[in-house]
């Protein structure tokens, strides 16, 4: 069985080397949901110029993790938000060991499954 590591290449860019600090600090608990998280500050200090950072805010942004208020800056996004199904999200769930990520899977996996779901009874119909 492969690494969920491994299942993707080595950072390649800057916004690239940047989310994928963010994403699993975010994904791990390091920063609760609402918590004010400023990726442009701590990456521009980093010496990432303010496109790299920005690129790396709108990649965290469309996985659904952080959030970005005009005038009152970025917090994380509820857990409700989070794009579950991302390859990303996925990979970095698993690196930390989410035992309720598994168990997360395990019944989206189970419910087209279960009788009484309108999905299941559908495609039992059509059998």
Not at 20 to 30: K, L, R, T, V, Y
Not at 59 to 85: D, E, N, Y
């Amino acid at each position: 069985m492969r690494d969920a590591v491994a299942l993707r290449a080595a950072p390649q860019s800057g916004h690239e080397q940047l989310y994928e600090e963010f994403g699993p600090a975010i994904i791990g608990g390091e920063f609760e949901p609402g918590d004010p998280i400023s990726i442009e500050d701590y990456g521009m200090r980093a010496g990432w110029s303010r496109t790299i950072c920005r690129e790396a805010q709108r990649v965290l942004q469309s996985k659904g993790l952080i959030h970005t208020f005009h005038g009152s800056g970025t917090v994380v996004a509820p857990h409700s938000a989070w794009h579950w199904l991302d390859r990303d999200v996925i990979r970095w769930c698993a690196g930390k060991n989410q035992a309720w990520f598994a168990d997360f899977l395990d019944a989206m996996r189970e419910a087209p499954e279960l009788p009484g779901n309108p999905f299941y009874d559908h495609l039992m119909g059509m059998a």
